[in-house]
């Protein structure tokens, strides 16, 4: 999987200098963060909606669509993947509780 997010994040990275009438990542870039935010919103509540219904097909197409409008605006941002990895990395082993309460520090 690593690799497939690694090459995800290449091509995204290539659409910033792409034409926004013929790429779609481009056309979200142009049209700035508001856009972009906005479609993670759109797809996490069809992330919601395909788990309530529980068809396991439609939750893992729609968790694709998440995590790719997320990786868009990490790439939008400048943040690589790798900082994500790290800070997981980092939590990696503590109990959700010991995570939560290291953030409120």
Known sequence: MDDVLRKLEAVLEQRKSANADESY??????KGLDEILKKIGEESAEVIMASKDGNQDKIVHEVADLWFHTLVLLRHKDIEIDKIQQELSKRFGLSGLEEKANRNN
């Open 25 to 30: 990542v481009s056309s979200l870039y142009t």
